[in-house]
């Protein structure tokens, strides 16, 4: 199975920061990658697909970059909302694969 | 609006069996347009995919269950179900059914999980 691993496992960052996660598979899975932000006690929900495809709804803030093996999120201007889990999945193998997640936490 | 609940027992025995359904309501569990996977996730832990099932019936699990789960469709109550046998305490985790829809765009497509049940929790103890 294609195995995620993302970095860094966690981090501090203050509201208006930039913040970047980096997701790598172990194999080429093209843009087969969607990003998920969980915070706690809810489920997980959809933020980008197909590696850099904003879903419905979610802010402009959010951004995702990447192909092959190697992918970006990107939060534009952290907002208190967004300190929370995030996770890539591929979807290019019939065996879904998620990454360990990334913990935004408030500085 | 299609919604996703999970229900269960949440307290199962070491060495039984975890029953979980996933009772879906604004739409059909039987389209060809989509299809459903659990996932789970151990306290304090990240998520783990157990397994898919298609329309066709069609089922893929994660390789480290795969002899002890089995998820099937009940198109009649428009239910998921999962089935783990032999549990052990490592299997205490909260339990999502979400459904999969493909998304494309100009540039790419990508299957993604995009309508989640809420969860829940079940506790495997002696």
Sequence with gaps: DIQM????????????????????????????????QQTPGKAPNLLIYGASNLYNG?????????S?????????????????????????????????GTKVEIK | QLQVQESGPGLVKTSET??????????????????????????????????????????????SLNSRVTITA???????SLRLNSVTAADTAVYYCARTLGYCSATSCAEAFDIWGQGTMVTVSS
């Design chain 2, 18 to 63: 975890l029953s979980l359904t996933c009772t879906v309501s604004g739409g059909s569990i039987s389209s060809s347009r989509y299809f459903w996977g659990w996932i789970r996730q151990p306290p304090a832990k990240g998520l783990q995919w157990i397994g898919n099932i298609y329309s066709s019936g069609n089922t893929y699990y994660t390789p």
């Design chain 1, 68 to 100: 092959g093996a190697d992918f970006t999120l990107t939060i534009s201007g952290l907002q208190p909302e967004d300190f929370a889990t995030y996770y890539c999945q591929q979807s290019s193998s019939s065996l879904r694969t998620f990454g360990q």
């Design chain 2, 74 to 80: 009940d198109a009649s109550k428009n239910q998921v």
């Design chain 1, 5 to 36: 691993t993302q970095s860094p496992s966690s981090l501090s960052a203050s509201v208006g920061d930039r913040v970047t996660i980096t997701c790598r598979a172990s194999h080429n899975i093209n843009k087969q990658l969607n990003w998920y």
């Design chain 1, 58 to 66: 979610v802010p402009s803030r959010f951004s995702g970059s990447g």
